[in-house]
C-alpha cells in the first residue's frame, strides 16, 4: 500500500511539473512569435513606395542644375531640399523590394551627398557631376520599380549632359565613351520615334551623331553640346506628347 502511495504521488509530481511548464510556454510569448510584429511595427518599406514620385524627384533636380548653371546658388539649394524630401521615401532593397538593387541605393547616398557638399562650397562642376549621376540613378530606380516604360529616355538626357560636362573638363576619353553610349542608346530609341512623326528629328540626331564620330578635339566636342542638348529635350518632348515618359 506504501509502495502504491508512493507510485502515485511521484506521478502526480510528474503531471504538476509538466502542467507548470505548459502554463509559462503559453504565458510567455517566444521570440519567434514577436519577431514579426517588431519588424511590421519600426520598419515597412512598402509605405515608402507608394509615396515615392521619381518624377518630381527628377524635376527637382533639373530645376536644381539650371539653378547652377545660371549660378543661383538660393535656388539650388531650395531645389535639392525638396529632392531631398522626396527621397525620404525611397524604397529599402531587400526582401520587400528584390528589384531594387543594394549598390544603387549606395550610389545614391554617396552622390547625395557628393551634391550636399558641392552646393555648400557653391562648387559648379561638382554639383553638376553629381546632379547628373543622381538623375540617372533616379531613372534607374523607376525602371527597377516599373515606373519609367522606356529606359533609353532617362539614359539619353543622362549621356548627354554627362558628355557635356566631360567636354568642359577636357576628358577626351570619357567624351569617347559617353559618344559610344549616345550610339547604343539612339539604336534603341530611332525606331521608336521613326516609326510616328520624328523622321526629321530622326535625321537631326543622325547627324549629330556624325559630327560627333568625325570629331577628334575637346573645343569640336563643346561646340556641338547646346545643339545636342536642343535635340534632347526635343526627343523628351515628342515622347511627352505621345504620353510616355
Given at each position: 500500500?506504501?509502495?502504491?502511495?508512493?507510485?502515485?504521488?511521484?506521478?502526480?509530481?510528474?503531471?504538476?511539473?509538466?502542467?507548470?511548464?505548459?502554463?509559462?510556454?503559453?504565458?510567455?510569448?517566444?521570440?519567434?512569435?514577436?519577431?514579426?510584429?517588431?519588424?511590421?511595427?519600426?520598419?515597412?518599406?512598402?509605405?515608402?513606395?507608394?509615396?515615392?514620385?521619381?518624377?518630381?524627384?527628377?524635376?527637382e533636380l533639373e530645376a536644381l542644375l539650371d539653378a547652377v548653371e545660371e549660378g543661383d546658388w538660393a535656388r539650388a539649394r531650395a531645389h535639392f531640399s525638396?529632392?531631398?524630401?522626396?527621397?525620404?521615401?525611397?524604397?529599402?532593397?531587400?526582401?520587400?523590394?528584390?528589384?531594387?538593387?543594394?549598390?544603387?541605393?549606395?550610389?545614391?547616398?554617396?552622390?547625395?551627398?557628393?551634391?550636399?557638399?558641392?552646393?555648400?562650397?557653391?562648387?559648379?562642376?561638382?554639383?553638376?557631376?553629381?546632379?547628373?549621376?543622381l538623375g540617372d540613378i533616379v531613372w534607374d530606380l523607376r525602371v527597377q520599380l516599373g515606373?519609367?516604360?522606356?529606359?533609353?529616355?532617362?539614359?539619353?538626357?543622362?549621356?548627354?549632359?554627362?558628355?557635356?560636362?566631360?567636354?568642359?573638363?577636357?576628358?577626351?576619353?570619357?567624351i569617347r565613351a559617353r559618344v559610344r553610349g549616345l550610339e547604343r542608346t539612339w539604336t534603341s530609341l530611332r525606331p521608336v520615334i521613326a516609326s510616328g512623326r520624328g523622321q526629321a528629328l530622326v535625321e537631326r540626331f543622325d547627324e549629330l551623331l556624325e559630327q560627333l564620330r568625325a570629331a577628334h578635339a575637346v573645343e569640336e566636342y563643346r561646340e556641338i553640346a547646346p545643339e545636342l542638348e536642343e535635340v534632347v529635350q526635343q526627343v523628351e518632348a515628342h515622347f511627352s506628347e505621345r504620353g510616355v515618359r
Amino acid at each position: 500500500m506504501r509502495g502504491r502511495l508512493m507510485y502515485l504521488a511521484a506521478a502526480g509530481g510528474c503531471f504538476l511539473l509538466v502542467g507548470v511548464v505548459l502554463w509559462h510556454q503559453f504565458r510567455t510569448p517566444s521570440p519567434r512569435d514577436e519577431r514579426p510584429s517588431l519588424e511590421a511595427r519600426i520598419s515597412d518599406p512598402r509605405e515608402g513606395t507608394l509615396t515615392f514620385d521619381g518624377r518630381r524627384a527628377l524635376e527637382e533636380l533639373e530645376a536644381l542644375l539650371d539653378a547652377v548653371e545660371e549660378g543661383d546658388w538660393a535656388r539650388a539649394r531650395a531645389h535639392f531640399s525638396e529632392f531631398e524630401r522626396i527621397a525620404r521615401a525611397l524604397p529599402s532593397p531587400g526582401l520587400t523590394h528584390p528589384d531594387v538593387s543594394f549598390a544603387l541605393m549606395d550610389f545614391f547616398h554617396l552622390y547625395r551627398v557628393q551634391l550636399e557638399r558641392a552646393l555648400s562650397a557653391e562648387d559648379p562642376a561638382g554639383a553638376i557631376f553629381a546632379g547628373n549621376q543622381l538623375g540617372d540613378i533616379v531613372w534607374d530606380l523607376r525602371v527597377q520599380l516599373g515606373r519609367a516604360p522606356l529606359p533609353e529616355l532617362g539614359r539619353l538626357r543622362y549621356l548627354e549632359r554627362d558628355l557635356r560636362y566631360w567636354s568642359e573638363v577636357g576628358d577626351e576619353q570619357m567624351i569617347r565613351a559617353r559618344v559610344r553610349g549616345l550610339e547604343r542608346t539612339w539604336t534603341s530609341l530611332r525606331p521608336v520615334i521613326a516609326s510616328g512623326r520624328g523622321q526629321a528629328l530622326v535625321e537631326r540626331f543622325d547627324e549629330l551623331l556624325e559630327q560627333l564620330r568625325a570629331a577628334h578635339a575637346v573645343e569640336e566636342y563643346r561646340e556641338i553640346a547646346p545643339e545636342l542638348e536642343e535635340v534632347v529635350q526635343q526627343v523628351e518632348a515628342h515622347f511627352s506628347e505621345r504620353g510616355v515618359r
